[in-house]
């Protein structure tokens, strides 16, 4: 059992490994891309561009393919169709009432706290597969850890809701797109999920820790 939780751990780290570079090379490419327009803006007067990530659905219905653009292996023109969209544009015919300016800034602080969390996380992970590999899953502190992790994907998806609650409600006041109107989509669960399981995960081993000291007492 103990070599087969050491596999099943191996296994998970890489993949966590692999997903954790993934992410750092995405991130770097997008901090370069965005260091490079914004340095392109700043020589631009207007001083109000907004940066914002929203979803969308075409008018007419999904499926319908508004767009259009190249295939560039064959010069065929290929019909499209997009659901996230990342817009930047020019407000000063819009400015944002105050209340909006003022939530931008709680986004900001959000998404450093966001951050912290993110480089916490690959610490407290590691940590609770080096306990798995050594037998000491059913252990008051390691418990404990796998009910942070828990905390951190539920607290993330919070934060991240917010984030894109915020950037639908100013892109909502400030543009409305050709093709498409702008949604809040709410069906993406999968990190508030995951918390739930890492909880129930931990209730499940508290539980256990819990029959097997009472077990020892009776012996």
């Known amino acids: ?3 087969r ?3 099943l751990c191996l296994l998970l780290s890489a993949i966590y490994i692999g997903v954790v570079i993934y992410c750092i ?3 770097g490419d997008g901090m370069m891309a965005g260091y490079r327009h914004g340095k392109k803006q700043a020589q631009n007067s207007s001083t109000n561009i907004q940066r914002l990530h929203v ?7 999904v499926y319908t393919y508004p767009d259009k653009t190249i295939n560039t292996l064959t010069g065929q023109e290929v019909k499209a169709e ?34 912290i969390g993110l480089i916490y996380l690959p610490f407290l992970f590691f940590s609770i597969v080096k306990s798995a590999t050594r037998g000491k899953m059913l252990e008051h502190k390691t418990i404990r850890k796998i009910q942070r992790v828990g ?21 909502k006041q400030i543009v409305t797109l050709e093709k498409y109107r702008i949604i809040f989509d709410f069906s993406d669960f999968s990190f508030l999920f995951l918390g739930l399981v890492t909880l129930l995960l931990a209730e499940i081993l508290k539980v256990s820790v819990q029959l097997k000291e009472e077990q020892d007492l009776t012996i």
């Open 55 to 61: 979803k969308v659905k075409p008018i007419e219905g």
């Open 82 to 115: 997009v659901s996230d969209c990342r817009i930047a544009l020019d407000s000063s015919d819009t400015p944002l009432p105050s209340y909006m300016k003022i939530s931008r800034g709680i986004v900001v602080v959000l998404a450093i706290i966001v951050l």
């Open 151 to 171: 905390y951190l994907l539920i607290i993330y998806y919070l934060i991240n809701t917010v984030v894109y609650l915020s950037d639908f409600i100013i892109a």
């Open 1 to 3: 059992m103990n070599k």
């Open 5 to 7: 939780i050491k596999i």
């Open 25 to 27: 090379f995405d991130f």
